[in-house]
């Protein structure tokens, strides 16, 4: 590996400090970046370690949000009832990230600035409308998950910037989520295909709102507009779900790699779509009868 400067700020003023002084890279469970630094993929004169840095560390409840640090390690997502009980399928996508020492060691900050198109927390957040906040010396901006994740491994962060929190509003009323994967194992797998949705029903038990998001099958996470068209204003039956599953197939393009080939990555997305369409229908109306 290239040798670098270390630097360990405590304090979100001397992260601040140093990555304007330096330019440096952020290194927060280094599961994604070590590795990458280690086959010569990424290098940088400056690592900044954040791991010390508290301020980045939480999950709190704030006027409607859910707000969490940037710092929050995947086992502490499982592990959080306040997610248990506003987003559910942020849980469930966390829950299946690489295996006990990932989820222990590696951030949502992390996994979203890695901007990897398999990166299972994207879709629930993007199906929750996220957002991002994120600091600099000058101030801090918040921007729209969705308007974050620019290309593979590519976001609209800036020279100096990092990602403080991630964000989203807590839902009422009859709503429902899910995330699935398929992986070529059913654990330590990185995503062949993932899905998540977010179903809110009205009053009459017409879909109110909804939300699907697919992973491995485009350059970024995509949400299927395609899919929300065909579901909105209308009866939740099975017959509905698959006509939305199959929409999403124009809002995709996957490629053939090492993992699975094209054909079988769309028929998987139409599979896991449907699924994840189904499950949350089930999870809004058990809340629309309590
Ligand atoms: C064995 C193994 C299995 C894995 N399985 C999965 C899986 O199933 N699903 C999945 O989605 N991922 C998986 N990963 C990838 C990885 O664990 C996750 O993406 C993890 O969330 C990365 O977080 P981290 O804190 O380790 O990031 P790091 O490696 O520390 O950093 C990753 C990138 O993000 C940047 N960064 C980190 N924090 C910030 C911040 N606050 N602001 C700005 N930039 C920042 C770094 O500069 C770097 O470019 C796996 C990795 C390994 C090694």
């Not at 990166?119 to 308007?147: K, N």
Request: with cysteine; hydrophobic share 45%; glycine share 8%.
């Amino acid at each position: 590996m290239k040798e670098f400067n270390f630097y360990s700020p405590g304090t979100l003023e001397e992260l601040i400090a140093v990555l304007d002084d330096t330019g440096g890279r952020l290194v927060a469970g280094g599961t994604d970046l070590i590795p990458r630094m280690r086959r010569g993929l990424v290098s940088s004169d400056h690592l900044i370690d954040v791991g010390r840095i508290s301020d980045l560390h939480f999950i709190r409840e704030q006027y409607g949000q859910i707000v969490i640090g940037a710092l929050t390690t995947h086992q502490e997502l499982v592990d959080s009832t306040l997610l248990q009980v506003t987003l559910p399928s942020l849980v469930q996508a966390a829950a299946t990230v690489g295996c006990c020492q990932t989820r222990c060691r590696g951030t949502l900050g992390g996994n979203i600035a890695n901007a990897s198109p398999a990166a299972d927390t994207i879709p629930p957040l993007l199906t929750a409308g996220a957002s991002v906040h994120l600091a600099h010396c000058c101030g801090e901006r918040t921007i729209a998950l969705d308007e974050f994740l620019v290309g593979p491994g590519i976001t609209s962060l800036k020279r100096g910037e990092f990602i403080h929190s991630i964000s989203y509003s807590i839902l009422s009323g009859s709503w429902g989520t899910a995330f699935q994967k398929l992986g070529l194992r059913s654990g330590m797998a990185i995503s062949v295909a993932n899905a998540a949705a977010l179903i809110v029903l009205d009053a009459g038990g017409k879909i109110a709102a909804a939300r699907l998001a697919l992973g491995s099958v485009a350059p970024t996470v995509v949400v299927s507009a395609s899919a929300e068209a065909v579901l909105l204003g209308q009866d939740p039956t099975p017959e509905l779900m698959r006509s939305a599953a199959q929409a999403c197939l124009t809002d995709i393009d996957p490629i053939s790699d090492v993992r699975a080939t094209k054909d079988y990555r769309k028929h998987a997305a139409t599979v896991l779509a449907r699924r994840v369409l189904e499950t949350s229908v089930v999870q809004a109306r058990r809340r629309k009868s309590v």
